[in-house]
Structures are given as structure tokens and as C-alpha cells.
């Protein structure tokens, strides 16, 4: 039982199921993975896998992003999410625009058909529209080869009379789908909604055609023919159905389009526009007594804002004066007398030295620190004279803000924040010199200068990955100078292999050795280039007795050792040539051998098979020409010998009749041909054979055979029945009706059947 929010694959989260009512094992998914919404079609049973191959392409068939996925017990299809639903929404709307929207559905449908398929569930809930309106066939399972006689879960609306009765899969039965599709959408509800039976499907006529605006005759007349019982009379084929549609839609004016997502309708010609409802309020100018009013708020503001200044100024200037004046001194001080109120340029005074007392605060905020920053930073010993005067202006500074210069106290911040830059600016300049000196150093072979020198970059930038690097070489330049010089001398020994393990040791310790890793580069390419040689010399030679997987085999290796190669191209080339026509010629032969068998269908599978490899050619092309035919002729001769009981209604014994005036005409049958048309002729002459029937009735019950008519009241009656199922009905006034089943077969004698209404209501 699936529930929303359940996880399958540990990837797929089920969002809500999709098309209620239809197929309950379809649900809107969140892949977890790439956080976008998917389509989960959960198969019912293992049986349920039918499926179009990924051969079968085109635009508006949308075929499984990933199928097969397994959950457990469980397996499932992920499809391509569409926002715009499905098509079934736009029941109702005007025929042009729904026939509109079915071509490419009827285009996808002629491309699977003649890929030798059969969709076998064409219905709304499998035709879905994207974000832009247009409509694409969902393949959700039910597809089939043509001849096949496996059933399929497809939409009891959807099934064809013939299919009903067990008849193998053809193209006409998507036809069938694709009238009972047009008339849901355009007359509302598909044909025998809500009763639907197989008897009604089997024998009665269809509603016509129906909508707003009327549809055309011959849009009518289409819908009716794809409704035929008989699949003969139906039409032939998609492209058929694609030109009649045409013709239709050219019979009609065109049709207001449906708004898209993103676009807006103009407003009518005509429509009376918005007018604006704003305007100026009505009351008039302030009076005197406002102005006045008015003008002692704004007093009051500014006084306030002034003694607010005022006291300001008396906290951090004239407080600390008189908080000094209290402690203990030789001179006693004057009695206090009232302070008298700041002027304004006393006020202004103060707010000037506030300002400036922030300024030299936010000046020096930061200062400090990053003199210590650059004192870790070996500063010392490249800094010089500009050291020494950030020193002087940080200390200047510090002294004036003691003595509230404030001014003074600025100018020293600023002058250290400039010597501070000169220093920031000039540190790069010193790590490159740094590493110059000490690359030269390395480069000459000097290790010890050369760590001394790196550690000294480091001192300066901590984080310069070049000196790390320089560093840890330097500490092993040594080492893997000596092995390089003992690779050297070995290989003018001619002992390559020793060179190459002393090259080989030299580049572990250092793999940035360019002299070691030249020399080896040198040294393996040429034991490559003689591997090389020998790869492509066996490759030739297995060609040339036509031992392909060895060729194959040699010219892989000899690409390995040199990618690229055009030898190794065009040598693969030539293999793949020659296995390709081995293999078309031994696909041929067993295809020859199957017809030979009367095994059509395998051999038409087999002419298929190499024709997708080599689509020229002839004798493929003949071949299908051939078996295909043949291979539907056999299906649906078989389908009756496997399925006799298709035979007992009059539809099915027209189809069987035909058959076999088609097997009559083929001019060379074989053996499994003439036996299955002896048998059906059989089956045929049985099921034409009446069959009394005894009825026992009270004389009270009226009696009733669908399909043959009203018996009336009867004790006894006897009567002769075809071959088949039929439903006996008796009816009686205060009476519960009575339903029984006849089912005569050929050769049988049924018992006799009592009808009678005895249970009152």
C-alpha cells in the first residue's frame, strides 16, 4: 500500500497519486537527488512490464528517464514530470482546438506503429500536457509488439471489441483508443460512460459525436469509423487519421487560442478604462493661531537640542576640571560661584573638540593591532626607519590624547596609519626578493642557503605556498641530486633499468626533479615506442587470419601505450568492419532458417535486427517485406486455435473468415500454415453448428435472451442456440428477477435451464 510521504529507492519521496480514478499506481514523486519533481508509475505485477524500446523516438512520446527501478518487491518507472496535467481537463472546449491538440499524439502514434509496436493504452490520463499547452503520449507500460496476444492493462474504455475477445495486438486497436479519445474530449464523457459492458462494447453503436460548437460531419464521421466493431473498417492507418483531422480543422474558422502561461489578454476596444480616484484634500491654508503654534514647537526643539550640546560638553570637558580642582593642594581655592550659561560659541567650541576627540578614537582603533601583526611578520629586520616612525607617531599620539589634543593626537593616528601602509605595501616586494634568492640558491644546488631563505619568506607570509613547497624540497635536494647523478651514470652504462629505478627514487623524494623526471620521460618513451611496435605487428598479423578478437585485443593495447593514434583508429575500424559482416551474415542465415520453419515472427525480429545495423541492406529489407505478413497472419490464426471461444460471436467469426481468405491466397504454405487453417476451418464449421436448448418456465415468468429476443410465458420450450455465452433474463410482476448463464459449446448437450421468478419482493 503506498501512502504520501513514503520513500522509495531511498531517493523517490511520493508526493500525492496522480490520475484518481484512472491508475492508482501512478504518483507526483520529489527526487531527492536532483530536488525536482518526477512521475513514479509502480508496476502491478511482474507480468506488467510492457515497454516501447529506446528505438522507438519522437518529440511528444515521452518514454521513461529511468526505468526498472526497484524498491524491495516493488518495481518502477520514473518519467519526466508535466506541469500542465493531463489533457482530460480540457473536456469540453471547442473540437478545433482539441484536435489541435492531439496531432503530435497522432503523429507519435504513427511513429510507433511503424516501428512494429503497439501503444495498447491510448487514454486522457496517458496524454499529458507541458508548461506550454502542448501534448505529449506517456508510455506507461501497456505497449506491445503487433501479433502479440499477451494481455495488457489498459483502460476498460479504451479496449477494442476485438481485443476484448483476445485477438493478438494490431495498430487498430490504438485507432479504437484514439475515437474513444476524441469523443471523451469533445463530446465530455467517452462512449457507454458510466455503463459500460463488454456487451455493449461488442454489439451496440456508440452515441454520435457531440459538443460545442457542433462538430463537422466529418469529424463525426471519422470518430465513428475509428468506433467500428469491425478493425477492416476502421481506419488504415495513423497517417490516415493525421490527414483527416487536417481536413477537418480546414473546415473551420479559427479558434480563440488558449491563453498561455506568461501572456496577457488586451482588455476590449471598448472597455471603459480605469480612471484614477486620488485627489487633493479640501481642507484649507493654516490659520494664524496654527502658525504659532507651530512655531513654538520648533523653539522648543532647538532649545533642547542646544542644552543637550551644552551638557554634553560639560561631562567631558568642564567636569574633570572640577572633579581636579577638589583634591588636596597648597593653595586653597576661591569660593564656588554659580556658573553662568554657555554662549553659543561656547557651545560650538565644545562640539568642535568632541568631534575631534571621536575622530582621533575611530583613527587609532585599529592601529595597534596591525602594528603587531606586522611585527609578527619579521618586520624587524626589513621595516628600517619607517618602523621606528610608527613607533614615535603611535607613542606622539597616545601622549596628546592624555592631554586632550586632541587635534595633535589625530595628526600623530594619521601619520602612523600611513607609515603603516608603506610597511603593509612593501612586505610583497620583500617575500619576492626572498624567493628569488632562494630559488637561485636551490637552483644552484645550495641547500642549506636554499632553507634558509625559504624559512625567511615564511617569516614574512606564513601562508606562501611557493616557500612551503621550496622548503620541503630543499630539505631533500640533496638526496635526490644523488640519485639523479646515479640514473645518469647507469644509463651511460646501458643499464636502463637501473637508471630508471634511480630516476624513479630521485622523483619520490622530489617529483618536481625536472632533470630526473626528463630523463625517465625519455627512457619510458622509448621502451613505449618499441611496445608500440610489437602491439601493432600482432594486431596486423591476427587480422590477416581473421582472428578479430585478437586483433581487437593488440590494437587496444597498442592504444593505450600511444592515445590518439591514427594506426590504432583505423585499425579497430577495420575489425569492427569485419566482426559487424560476420555477424550480419550469421543473423541472415538464421533468419533464413526460421522462415524455412515457418517461424515468422522470430525471423521477422531477426531481418529487423540487422537492419538496424546495416539499414541498406537489401536482403534485410526483403526479408522483413516477407516475414512480416506472414508473422501477423500466423498471430491471429493462432489466436483463434488458442482461443476458440472468440468464434462463438458473429464479429469474431467475420475476423476468423477473413483470416483465412487471407491465408487462402498465400501462394507457398507450408506445413505449420495448412495445419492451423484445418484446424480453424474446423473450429469454424463447430461454431456455425446450432445447439438445442431446453427451457423449463411456470407459465408466469416472462422469459428473455439478450441478443436473440422476448420468449414470453412458457412450461417448455425448446430452441436452437449458436455456439457462445448467452444471458437468460425472466421478469414478473411483485416478483425478484432471475439472471442465468447459458454457455453452450460446441458438441455439448446442455442440461435443461429453469427460469422462473419465485422469490416475491
Known amino acids: 500500500m503506498l501512502a504520501a510521504g513514503q520513500v522509495l529507492a531511498a531517493r523517490y519521496e511520493l508526493v500525492r497519486p496522480l490520475a484518481a480514478g484512472h491508475d492508482p499506481t501512478t504518483w507526483l514523486a520529489r527526487d531527492r537527488t536532483n530536488d525536482r519533481e518526477v512521475v513514479l508509475r509502480v508496476r502491478r505485477d511482474a507480468g506488467d512490464a510492457g515497454r516501447l524500446p529506446a528505438t522507438v523516438r519522437h518529440p511528444a512520446l515521452i518514454a521513461p528517464v529511468a526505468p526498472g527501478q526497484s524498491d524491495g518487491d516493488r518495481t518502477f518507472d520514473v518519467f519526466e514530470y508535466l506541469a500542465g496535467g493531463e489533457i482530460g481537463r480540457l473536456r469540453g472546449r471547442p473540437w478545433p482546438l482539441l484536435v489541435r491538440r492531439l496531432l503530435p499524439v497522432v503523429d507519435a502514434l504513427a511513429q510507433v506503429h511503424e516501428s512494429g509496436w503497439v501503444h495498447g493504452d491510448v487514454k486522457s490520463a496517458n496524454v499529458l500536457l507541458d508548461a506550454d499547452g502542448l501534448a505529449r503520449l506517456a508510455d506507461f507500460g501497456s505497449a506491445r509488439r503487433i501479433g502479440d496476444t499477451a494481455a495488457a492493462g489498459a483502460s476498460p474504455y479504451s479496449v477494442s471489441p476485438e481485443r476484448l475477445d483476445g485477438a493478438p495486438a494490431a495498430l487498430a486497436d490504438d485507432v479504437y483508443a484514439l475515437g474513444v479519445l476524441l469523443h471523451e474530449l469533445v463530446s465530455g464523457h467517452p462512449p457507454f460512460y458510466p455503463d459500460l459492458t463488454p456487451e455493449r462494447v461488442r454489439h451496440e453503436a456508440p452515441p454520435p459525436l457531440a459538443g460545442r460548437p457542433a462538430p463537422p460531419e466529418a469529424l463525426r464521421a471519422l470518430v465513428a469509423r475509428c468506433l467500428a466493431k469491425n ?26 487560442p488558449a491563453v498561455a502561461p506568461g501572456f496577457t489578454l488586451r482588455p476590449p476596444a471598448d472597455a471603459t478604462p480605469i480612471r484614477a480616484q486620488w485627489q487633493r484634500s479640501a481642507a484649507g491654508t493654516p490659520s494664524e493661531r496654527d502658525l504659532r503654534r507651530e512655531g513654538f514647537r520648533r523653539g522648543l526643539l532647538v532649545s533642547g537640542a542646544l542644552l543637550a550640546v551644552a551638557g554634553f560638553a560639560f561631562t567631558f570637558f568642564v567636569l574633570p576640571d572640577l572633579v581636579a580642582s577638589r583634591r ?25 573638540l568632541a568631534e575631534l576627540k571621536r575622530q582621533a578614537e575611530e583613527r587609532r582603533a585599529n592601529l595597534p593591532e596591525r602594528l603587531r601583526e606586522l611585527e609578527q611578520r619579521d618586520v ?3 621595516g628600517g626607519a619607517t618602523l621606528a616612525q610608527a613607533r614615535d607617531a603611535l607613542a606622539a599620539g597616545d601622549a ?6 586632541f587635534k595633535a593626537a589625530l595628526g600623530s593616528f594619521s601619520a602612523l596609519a600611513a607609515a603603516l601602509d608603506v610597511l603593509e605595501q612593501r612586505a610583497p616586494q620583500v617575500v619576492r626578493e626572498r624567493l628569488m634568492a632562494a630559488r637561485t640558491a636551490f637552483g644552484a644546488g645550495r641547500s642549506a642557503e636554499a632553507r634558509e631563505q625559504f624559512a625567511a619568506v615564511l617569516k614574512v607570509d606564513p601562508r606562501n605556498t611557493d616557500a612551503q613547497t621550496g622548503l620541503r624540497r630543499a630539505q631533500v635536494l640533496d638526496a635526490a641530486l644523488r640519485e639523479t647523478a646515479t640514473g645518469a651514470q647507469a644509463e651511460q652504462a646501458g643499464d636502463t633499468a637501473a637508471a630508471v629505478a634511480a630516476y624513479q627514487r630521485a622523483l619520490k623524494l622530489d617529483p618536481a626533479t625536472a632533470t630526473a623526471r626528463a630523463n625517465l620521460a625519455r627512457l619510458q618513451g622509448r621502451a613505449a615506442g618499441d611496445a608500440y611496435s610489437a602491439a601493432i605487428a600482432r594486431a596486423q598479423a591476427a587480422l590477416a587470419r581473421s582472428d578479430y578478437r585478437a586483433a581487437q585485443s593488440a590494437f587496444e593495447q597498442a592504444g593505450r601505450i600511444r592515445p590518439g593514434a591514427p594506426e590504432v583508429a583505423e585499425g579497430l575500424q577495420q575489425v569492427r568492419r569485419a566482426t559487424e559482416t560476420r555477424a550480419l551474415a550469421s543473423t541472415l542465415e538464421r533468419a533464413a532458417a526460421a522462415e524455412r520453419a515457418e517461424q515468422w515472427s522470430e525471423a521477422l525480429g531477426l531481418h529487423r535486427e540487422t537492419l538496424k545495423a546495416e539499414p541498406t541492406l537489401l536482403a534485410a529489407q526483403q526479408g522483413v517485406e516477407r516475414a512480416e505478413p506472414r508473422a501477423m497472419l500466423d498471430a491471429e490464426l493462432q489466436s483463434f486455435l488458442d482461443r476458440p471461444e472468440r468464434l462463438y460471436s458473429p464479429a469474431g467469426r467475420d475476423i476468423a473468415r477473413n483470416v483465412l481468405e487471407r491465408a487462402g491466397r498465400v501462394a507457398t504454405a507450408g506445413p505449420r500454415l495448412q ?14 453448428t446450432p445447439i438445442r436448448v431446453a427451457l423449463a418456465s411456470d407459465n408466469a415468468t416472462e422469459v428473455q435472451i439478450y441478443r436473440v429476443g422476448k420468449l414470453g410465458l412458457f412450461e417448455q420450450k425448446d430452441l436452437e442456440l449458436m455456439p457462445g455465452r448467452y444471458t437468460v433474463v425472466g421478469t414478473r410482476q411483485g416478483y425478484r428477477d432471475v439472471r442465468k448463464e447459458l454457455n453452450l459449446m460446441p458438441g455439448s448437450s446442455p442440461p435443461t435451464l429453469v427460469v422462473r421468478c419465485e422469490e416475491p419482493i
Do not use: N
Open 400 to 405: 596628546a590624547m592624555e592631554g586632550r589634543d
Open 328 to 352: 588636596p593642594s597648597a593653595t586653597p581655592a576661591p569660593a564656588p560661584s554659580k556658573p553662568a550659561d554657555p554662549s553659543p560659541t561656547a557651545v560650538e567650541d565644545l562640539a568642535r
Open 231 to 256: 478493425p477492416a473498417e476502421r481506419p488504415g492507418s495513423m497517417r490516415e487519421v493525421r490527414t483527416e483531422l487536417e481536413h477537418c480543422l480546414s473546415l473551420d474558422a479559427p479558434v480563440e
Open 380 to 382: 624587524e629586520s626589513w
Open 675 to 688: 495445419g492451423q487453417v484445418g484446424r480453424l476451418q474446423e473450429l469454424l464449421r463447430q461454431a456455425e
